[in-house]
């Protein structure tokens, strides 16, 4: 899943190091797929969680919840929601989907249950064949009833997430593991079907084109949701005002200032729900709204609207003394990693060696500081592309450059590499925003690192963080290194390496295209759940060994600020953002 914004994470403040998911040693009874029962990051699941969810003890209803943040909000239309914010707004909130997540105050993180679908899921004996039976009772925010064909209507729309198809931003999965994958879907070709969803009463059953043991993971998603028949129009107006089957409806919502209000919706019945709570009467979102510093002073000072105000923007560095002693601070782990992606179809990335290099210049301690983190505290050093707490993530960890993901670079190491490869000079050109302060600090330490090394930096400049986000994914930008967050879709490493490492990857951006690796990817996925995770690492280790496509940048956290009057923040550590659908405000 993407980071909400790089322009987020660039503010981070981790301050633990823990995990971001994991399992224990029991397996879970029905539905679970061999997933555990104990553990974080939504390794826990419960798939007979009973609804109405249990009420949060000393909970009040009514109020306006602000949300303030600086990152934006990208497509907010639910076949497409693919950015950490997005997800869990529509999730916890407005739609509906097979599963989903909630808290388990208990165990202090997230678990996934039932939400449309009675149950988890029932699969055949190989995983290519998943049903899921469908509540009665679901009613759309006009009083009338999501149908089987809503179902059905709106799992098919994510076959339309694809480079050139009506959702270019969202995720693949069911073009990837669901039979008929070549399907352009019902937007880019109507006249087409994938022919792998059938319908009995209330079953719905789809079909796989090889095994996908984490169909219940995905099924968590928006996009694994219902679609009116009025989405099938124009596709930019319905992401402007999504149809709600949650808590709560869109009451307006302005893409070009990312200013969204959600007032209540009526015909949700908690009653059909066994994750969602609605304490607050409406939520009012403003999330780009430029300096984080100032963001983080007016909710430190706990003023006015500020104390029924919270932000799912990491606080800055020079907030942090004052953030810790207030006692509003939500911390917790965050299941992300920050990549620099070379461009391994560029001529001057061919040879391994020269990225490695690259690696080894690299000014970790002096880039993260520039972009007002700090080393250790608000960003995590790392050397593997999964981050702590993921299943089958090595243990100790391995380092292919020797420098631990930190410290200042080595720059006649680099140097001498680039002279023995006979690659000095060696272009690296990269984007950076030119209206953040922070990220022209940034780019003058990576030139500075870079030019000692013996590489040729050539930074361009990008007016703001939408431009810079646009161009990240455009695989013809005229750049060969590129800046961009990532975090788990779900606890498994088949939500890291067949996204980014994978030749059809969606967000393979260092372009890795490797015939070994796209089999040992397709292999590890078909295997059980529980089997999975040690061949996750060692495929972990051998990207990085022998391709070292990405520089690891750090590992983040979560630290979030909440003004007094807010109740029932915890940690949504699947989603690196607070645990939207259970605030409530102290009255």
């Known amino acids: 899943m993407r980071l909400r914004s790089l322009l987020a994470a660039t503010s981070v403040a981790a301050i633990a190091v823990v995990a971001a998911c994991g399992g224990g040693s029991d397996e879970s009874s029905s539905g679970d797929q061999g997933f555990q029962e104990g553990g974080s990051g939504g390794g826990i699941m419960n798939a007979n969680a009973p609804a109405p969810a249990p009420a949060i003890d000393g909970a009040q209803k009514g109020g306006t919840v602000d949300v303030w943040g600086t990152s934006g909000l990208q497509s907010m239309h639910p076949t497409e929601a693919y950015f950490t914010n997005t997800t869990s707004i529509l999730s916890n909130m407005v739609t509906r989907s097979l599963t989903q997540y909630m808290w388990n105050d208990q165990k202090q993180a997230m678990e996934l249950v039932p939400d449309l679908a009675t149950d988890l899921g029932q699969h055949n004996a190989d995983f290519t064949e998943w049903t899921f039976t469908i509540r009665d009772g679901i009613k759309w925010q006009d009083g009338s009833d999501v149908t089987m064909d809503d179902m059905v209507r709106g799992i098919k729309a994510s076959f339309d997430n694809f480079a050139e198809g009506a959702f270019p931003n969202g995720a693949q999965y069911s073009k990837t593991y669901f039979k008929g994958g070549s399907w352009k879907g019902p937007f880019t070709d109507p006249s087409g079907d994938c022919n792998c969803i059938s319908v009995d009463g209330r079953d719905i059953t ?198 631990g993901g930190q410290g200042t670079g080595d720059p006649q190491k680099a140097h001498d590499m680039l002279e023995q490869a006979g690659a000095l000079n060696t272009p690296v050109s990269f984007m950076y925003d030119a209206s953040d302060p922070n990220a022209v600090d940034r780019k003058n330490v990576i030139v500075k690192a870079l030019s000692e090394a013996g590489f040729d930096p050539q930074p361009r400049a990008v007016p703001n963080a939408d431009k810079e986000d646009e161009l990240t994914q455009d695989p013809n ?67 990085m060994t022998d391709y070292y496509p990405v520089i690891i940048d750090y590992y983040t956290a979560d630290a979030f600020l909440h003004g007094s009057k807010i109740g029932g923040m915890n940690n949504d550590e699947v989603r690196a953002m607070p645990t939207l659908g259970d605030i409530w405000i102290k009255q």
């Open 477 to 543: 930008a005229p750049v060969n290194l590129r800046y961009l967050g990532w975090c788990s879709d779900w606890p498994s490493g088949s939500s890291w390496f067949g996204p980014n490492f994978s030749s059809d990857g969606c967000c393979n951006y260092s372009y890795l295209s490797v015939p070994k690796i796209d089999q040992k990817i397709k292999e590890i996925e078909s295997m059980p759940a529980e089997e999975q995770a040690p061949h996750w690492g060692d495929l972990d280790k051998e990207i």
């Open 206 to 403: 789809i079909q796989m084109s090889r095994p996908f043991p984490d169909m219940p993971f995905w099924g968590s998603f928006p996009a694994m949701g219902p679609l009116p028949k009025q989405a099938m129009g124009d596709v930019a107006a319905y992401g402007t005002n999504p149809w709600s089957t949650g808590p709560y409806k869109f009451q307006s919502f302005d893409p070009g200032t990312s200013r969204l209000v959600l007032v209540r919706n009526e015909f949700w019945d908690p009653n059909t729900d066994p994750g969602r709570h609605a304490y607050p009467d409406e939520w009012d979102f403003d999330v780009d709204r430029g300096d984080p510093t100032v963001l983080d002073r007016t909710l430190l000072e706990d003023q006015g609207d500020a104390q029924t105000t919270l932000s799912y923007d990491n606080i800055q560095q020079s907030s942090r003394d004052q953030a810790e002693s207030s006692g509003r601070l939500l911390t917790g782990p965050a299941p992300c990693t920050i990549f620099w992606y070379m461009d391994t179809r560029a001529p001057e990335w061919q040879d391994v060696e020269v990225r490695k290099a690259l690696g080894t210049a690299w000014n970790f301690d002096d880039e993260m500081l520039a972009s007002g983190l700090a080393v250790g505290l608000t960003a995590v050093p790392g050397t593997m592309i999964m981050p702590p707490g993921l299943p089958g993530r090595k243990d100790p960890p391995f380092d292919v450059i020797g420098n």
